[in-house]
């Protein structure tokens, strides 16, 4: 068998840094390929390789979706979710369609499509976002609102900008928490809950995960894993990590984020494809709690993939 690490063209050095990271560790497994995701790829490919995709793509063409719904047509191995997870989890409203279908908590929100608002706006604090962005994009502090037509109105300024629905959903200040899960089926790892402090930031600045917050101001934030959590609310997050990474489909990894507010975790958010950086992404933090390292972390996403190929 071989590896074959698909990575975008031009990739951010975060992301670059993941690659290299990644195929540090497979090359030790078996044979490992580093190739850019273009149209090439099926003629490059060969029956016995496995794709681990780490190649995000550009805005609004969900192609992390699209890349492991080649493999299935293709019939080839491949490391993560299947396509379907990801095309749930790429758009927000969806994702919390979903959840809320099978009884996940997540916060009550309404969508603004362009034309109309589809569902109840709640009543404020409010939070308004794009629904298929990644990275804090779309989200700033106009995001937060007071009221709900001051929410209309930023709903339908960013509909402007980003060209997609806008979520107008019920703003949570509790605790923000995030918990990766790695495995499969019945053989699920739960990573120590992460909780994301914002308090130390400077003052005027947002106390959620914005674009800036996120690129500007992360050495300020506080990361603590694992999150100081009571017990009953500790067991509530973790099931409802669990239910969600079950009736997303999700396989190898998957990050659950939430926010608890009274002491009810509510699901923000689900991420198919986490971040991988051995230096800056959650799901690493997670697992140096667990006083394991990067390679032990790639090891268990692939244990699957090495199974299913007799490896």
């Known amino acids: 068998m071989r590896f074959v690490i698909l990575k975008d ?46 190649a995000i793509g550009k805005r609004h063409d969900f192609l992390q979706g699209a890349i492991s719904a080649i493999m299935e047509w293709m019939g080839n191995e491949f490391v993560g979710s299947p396509a379907y997870t990801h095309y749930v989890c790429l758009d927000k409203f969806t994702t919390k369609s979903l959840l809320n279908s099978y009884g996940i908590p997540t916060p009550p929100g309404a969508l603004f499509n362009g034309n109309d608002f589809v569902g109840d706006i709640p009543t404020p604090p409010l939070i308004v976002k794009p629904v298929a962005e990644g990275s804090g994009i779309g989200v700033d502090s106009d995001s937060l609102c007071d009221n709900v037509e001051r929410a209309k109105e930023t709903a339908k300024r960013k509909f402007e900008k980003f060209g997609e629905p806008i979520m107008i959903e019920k703003y949570l200040s509790g605790t923000e928490l995030t918990i990766g899960i790695l495995g499969y089926g019945s053989e699920l790892k739960i990573l120590p809950p992460l909780e994301i402090d914002f308090s130390d930031l400077p003052r005027g600045v947002e106390r959620f995960y914005s674009q800036r917050v996120k690129e ?13 959590l009571g017990e009953k609310i500790y067991n509530d997050v973790i099931n409802i990590a669990k239910k969600t ?27 198919s494809m986490p971040g991988l950086d051995p230096q ?30 007799g490896v």
């Open 9 to 54: 063209i031009s990739p951010e050095a975060a992301r670059d840094r993941t690659v290299k990271a990644v195929f540090d560790v497979l090359k030790n497994i078996a044979e490992t390929q580093i190739m850019d995701f273009d149209i090439s790829l099926m003629q490059k490919l060969r029956k016995d390789d496995a794709a681990f995709n780490l």
């Open 216 to 228: 500007e101001y992360a050495s300020q934030t506080i990361y603590r894993c694992p999150a100081n």
């Open 245 to 271: 990474f079950e009736v997303t489909k999700a396989r190898d990894y998957l990050r659950v984020d939430m926010r608890l507010d009274g002491g009810q975790p509510y699901v923000i958010e689900v991420n």
């Open 280 to 309: 800056n992404s959650d799901i690493p933090k997670m697992v140096r709690a667990m006083s394991k390292d990067y390679n032990w972390l790639i090891k268990s996403i692939v244990k699957r993939s090495l199974q299913t190929l």
